[in-house]
């Protein structure tokens, strides 16, 4: 089954999804508390992401309402609120002063410390003067969330901060009001305070970087638009449109959201949508996105999706969604944050005890238990899969690709075998007439006029192919009767008062309407040259067949190769006839076919693949693709195809080239690695970094520097997702 979207689970029916923005979280075991007291609540399946602050939450209504979700978060010792649309906040500014201030202050109290002939008579004295407010003020953050924490019996990695530089703080204080002749820690004390805002600060910006994507393509929306009311243009704000208005679009101007256009024709840049750099040519009839770029001509638009329906919100949302989900690979992750905090504190106090009991002094031992309490990690540990997570899918949306959940991303790994729709996909989806073959005594605009009213009412590619050559060569079409369709094999109507059959010359061979020789051999011949036949008859006599033919997309030939490139075996599978479809596999270099498929067994077809042991993956455009995009490993929908498949499927394809499956795979590997590679640096760090500051190889300055970068070492190794490139651009 293909992978479920976004949060902890899919909303079930009757319940509702909220996003809270979530203050006060430090560390990956905020996350892990916070989510676990909102998954107490009756009826509530939340997953709170670290790195962007927010907790995705299902619930059902009428068991809890948002106040109370909100109320568990406080509970908890944290802040939550309903997120704003795009918030323009620096979340580093708030370590800006404090990080000057602590900075202030160690420098001096490192050189006291280190060189003894700077030291002027009482500098430890000035030590304590120069360490106080550099602990207290500046790591004042991390004091209170310690006691907060320690008010609901949590500990966090604030604990241990909190717990390192009060420690070396109060015993240098002690020694000194005392008059025992010791070490000093004043200067541990205040660089562990500068070090660790100087992470939390790096980091801040390193997270606001890998959120950027998303937030730019939110904000590249228009704000006004030109409705025309009694055919005068009014400017109002965007949000004030409605279905149905009629808005103006200008050369130059984005178009304020989606719709169809009415009047004029123009080149509209849909780059920040699809990727592509090529402007589309549209004219009348044809559908538009919100927020893209009208490039020459005047267009007047009817609005046909406001507000979250838009193509632009409905991406938002899939990227928020993904983001605020988890990969399998962050599970173990999660449970070690759970435990981590309590761990240290015991491997602390266990080290404290081992060194004393060992016979070492009290201000070694005293220095290994504290570089143990300061050198440990979880925030790397939390920020592993989410910082990639938000990176990778805001590049793919930028690219053209949304990536629906995190559990997409190990699929991709395991795909063998890759499935191809035809229509749609590999071809334009634009089928048009190519050849009218009237039995004897027909002409050709009557076979015509018949198998165009027939179709008229049908939405497959063929039907409308053949509808609009009748209305472009006839102009009106008769009235149809009745209408039926019979899925995967043509059409049943009553037209003028004849019985119409439209389809297959097999489904016509189900009515007793053979065809005579000649006409099945010029059917042949059709079907060789790449050709679509159906077959037309009126009152159980033949009418005539109907050719109809697709043009292959200039760019299949090379993304199929691409898909061979990433160890994927491409299979064409189409409803259409062998010798169509062996045409078209040739022309793009796809070897194995499965032609004639009904849309009902395309996903039999998906099943018998997946049990001789293939990992699928399956790209489709069409409502009839649905039930094999849901079936496969990995569903990858086209994005200019229906709302039913992009909503079946796990990966979307917006710019409707097939190059953009390959990117989607090679983009969603490379998060994927990414992650593995975050969560391998994190666990090592933590393996290796607590046994030698037991051990008292790390002091615990440098235990500071090295548990606060190794968190900025995880975002910035995510950040250079950025730098991902689709097909056709130099990496």
């Known amino acids: 089954m293909a992978a479920a979207t976004g949060t902890a689970e899919p909303a079930a029916a009757g319940q509702?999804?909220?996003?809270?923005?979530?203050?006060?979280?430090?560390?990956?075991?905020?996350?892990?508390?916070?989510?676990?007291?909102?998954?107490?609540?009756?009826?509530?399946?939340?997953?709170?992401?670290?790195?962007?602050?927010?907790?995705?939450?299902?619930?059902?209504?009428?068991?809890?309402?948002?106040?109370?979700?909100?109320?568990?978060?406080?509970?908890a010792g944290y802040e939550a609120a309903l997120p704003e649309a795009v918030s323009d906040d620096d979340p580093a500014r708030p370590y800006r002063r404090r990080l000057v201030a602590a900075v202030a202050s160690s420098v001096p109290l490192l050189v006291l410390a280190w060189f003894p002939g700077a030291r002027p008579p009482g500098w430890e004295w000035v030590s304590l003067v120069l360490a106080t407010p550099a602990v207290f003020w500046a790591g004042w953050p991390f004091h209170r969330a310690a006691a907060a924490n320690a008010r609901h019996g949590a500990a966090t990695m604030d604990t241990l901060i909190s717990l390192g530089t009060l420690a070396a703080w109060l015993w240098s204080t002690v020694v000194l009001l005392a008059g025992i002749p010791t070490a000093v820690y004043f200067d541990t004390a205040a660089s562990i305070t500068a070090l660790i805002l100087l992470g939390r600060y790096l980091e801040a910006r390193a997270k606001r970087r890998s959120g950027d994507a998303i937030r730019r393509l939110l904000e590249m929306g228009a704000k006004e638009a030109r409705v025309l009311r009694d055919g005068v243009e009014v400017e109002v704000p965007v949000e004030h449109l409605a279905v149905g208005d009629l808005f103006v679009v200008r050369p130059g101007e984005k178009i304020a959201t989606d719709g169809t256009v009415r009047h004029g024709s123009s080149a509209v840049d849909q780059s920040m949508l699809t990727g592509e750099s090529v402007p589309v040519?549209?004219?009348?009839?044809?559908?538009?996105a919100g927020a893209t770029v009208n490039t020459s001509g005047r267009l007047v638009v009817e609005a046909t999706r406001v507000g979250a329906s838009t193509a632009l919100a409905q991406i938002a949302r899939l990227v928020g969604e993904a983001q605020a989900g988890k990969a399998p690979v962050q599970r173990l992750a999660d449970r070690v944050s759970a435990v981590f905090v309590p761990v240290v504190i015991a491997i602390?106090?266990?080290?404290?005890?081992?060194?004393?009991?060992?016979?070492?002094?009290?201000?070694?031992?005293?220095?290994?238990?504290?570089?143990?309490?300061?050198?440990?990690?979880?925030?790397?540990?939390?920020?592993?899969?989410?910082?990639?997570?938000?990176?990778?899918?805001?590049?793919?949306?930028?690219?053209?690709?949304?990536?629906?959940?995190?559990?997409?991303?190990?699929?991709?790994?395991?795909?063998?075998?890759?499935?191809?729709?035809?229509?749609?996909?590999?071809?334009?989806?634009?089928?048009?007439?190519?050849?009218?073959?009237?039995?004897?005594?027909?002409?050709?605009?009557?076979?015509?006029?018949?198998?165009?009213?027939?179709?008229?009412?049908?939405?497959?590619?063929?039907?409308?192919?053949?509808?609009?050559?009748?209305?472009?060569?006839?102009?009106r079409l008769p009235a149809v009767e009745s209408f039926t369709a019979r899925a995967g094999l043509g059409v049943e109507a009553v037209v003028d008062g004849h019985a119409v059959v439209v389809g297959r010359p097999s489904f016509l061979a189900d009515w007793a309407i053979p065809l005579p020789d000649p006409v099945a051999r010029e059917a042949d011949r059709l079907e060789a040259s790449g050709n679509t036949v159906v077959a037309v008859a009126s009152d159980g006599r033949l009418a005539g067949l109907v050719a109809v033919a697709d043009r292959v997309k200039p760019t299949s030939a090379g993304a199929i190769a691409r898909l061979r490139d990433l160890g994927l075996t491409p299979?064409?599978?189409?409803?259409?006839?062998?010798?169509?479809?062996?045409?078209?596999?040739?022309?793009?270099?796809?070897?194995?076919?499965?032609?004639?498929v009904l849309p009902q067994d395309k996903a039999a077809e998906i099943a018998r693949l997946q049990q001789a042991g293939e990992v699928v993956a399956m790209v489709g455009d069409g409502v009839n693709d649905a039930p094999a995009l849901a079936r496969a490993d990995l569903g990858l929908s086209i994005g200019t195809g229906t709302d039913v498949a992009i909503e079946a499927s796990d990966l979307t394809l917006v710019s409707g080239d097939l190059n953009a499956a390959a990117d989607a795979i090679r983009l969603s590997r490379r998060t994927l690695a990414t992650i593995k590679g975050n969560l391998v640096w994190a666990f090592g760090y933590n393996v290796a970094a607590i046994p030698l500051a037991v051990a008292g190889v790390v002091n615990p300055i440098v235990a500071a520097a090295a548990m606060a970068f190794s968190s900025v070492f995880v975002v910035t190794n995510s950040l250079r997702l950025r730098r991902f490139r689709p097909s056709g651009e130099r990496s």
């Open 16 to 75: 509702e999804r909220v996003e809270l923005a979530i203050g006060g979280m430090t560390c990956a075991s905020c996350a892990a508390r916070i989510e676990k007291k909102l998954n107490k609540l009756d009826g509530v399946a939340a997953t709170v992401n670290f790195a962007s602050e927010h907790a995705a939450v299902a619930f059902d209504p009428s068991r809890v309402s948002v106040e109370q979700l909100i109320g568990a978060v406080e509970a």
């Open 281 to 288: 040519e549209v004219a009348p009839g044809d559908v538009v």
């Open 348 to 475: 602390s106090a266990a080290t404290l005890a081992g060194w004393l009991l060992g016979g070492a002094s009290a201000t070694a031992a005293f220095t290994a238990a504290v570089a143990v309490i300061v050198v440990a990690c979880p925030c790397a540990l939390g920020l592993a899969t989410p910082t990639a997570l938000m990176v990778g899918t805001g590049r793919g949306a930028q690219i053209g690709v949304v990536i629906k959940g995190p559990e997409v991303l190990e699929q991709t790994r395991q795909v063998t075998t890759i499935v191809l729709d035809k229509t749609g996909t590999i071809t334009e989806g634009r089928m048009a007439v190519s050849a009218l073959v009237p039995a004897e005594g027909v002409s050709e605009d009557e076979l015509l006029r018949l198998a165009a009213a027939a179709e008229d009412a049908s939405e497959h590619p063929i039907a409308r192919a053949v509808a609009g050559e009748g209305r472009d060569r006839l102009g």
């Open 571 to 596: 299979i064409l599978l189409t409803g259409d006839n062998e010798r169509a479809a062996r045409a078209v596999a040739e022309e793009v270099g796809i070897d194995r076919v499965l032609a004639g």
